[in-house]
């Protein structure tokens, strides 16, 4: 479901090993990133479905001459609202996704457009963002 993009200039792969997928170059550049940008890019790997959509991937994954990828934030920001396809609720879940990486206000009702899914994924987000790892979002009581 997800892109995969050729190895950097200096690996090798085998005509058998498949190409690594943008999940896994996005988690591995991530890692050395700040808290809050590993928690937003942890979000929508977990959501899944934008990443998976051209034109998200177009706009916010930032591929480098050496071919590793990261994400390009301040581009995504100023575009996602105009891509073609993306749902109200696509764009109220981006804008909560934002706020995590670029800490700002962000009105609360953009909550209610998500479904239960989406909304466990932001509020894991916010509540690993907040420094808690064992907050379990989505059980009932």
Request: proline share 8%.
């Amino acid at each position: 479901m997800h892109r995969t993009t050729a190895p950097g200039p200096n690996e090798t792969v085998s005509p058998t090993d498949p190409p690594p997928l943008l999940t896994d170059q996005l988690t591995a550049w991530v890692r050395d990133q700040p808290p809050c940008e590993q928690v937003a890019v942890a979000a929508l790997i977990e959501e899944d479905e934008l990443l998976a959509r051209h034109w998200v991937r177009r706009l916010l994954v930032a591929e480098h001459d050496d071919g590793a990828l990261s994400c390009d934030w301040l581009q995504f920001e100023a575009r996602y609202t105009r891509a073609p396809g993306l749902t109200p609720e696509d764009k109220a879940f981006l804008r909560l996704i934002i706020a995590i990486r670029f800490p700002r206000d962000v009105s609360l009702w953009n909550l209610e457009l998500l479904d239960d899914r989406r909304l466990c994924i932001v509020l894991r987000a916010m509540a690993k963002l907040a420094g808690s790892e064992t907050v379990a979002v989505g059980t009932r009581v």
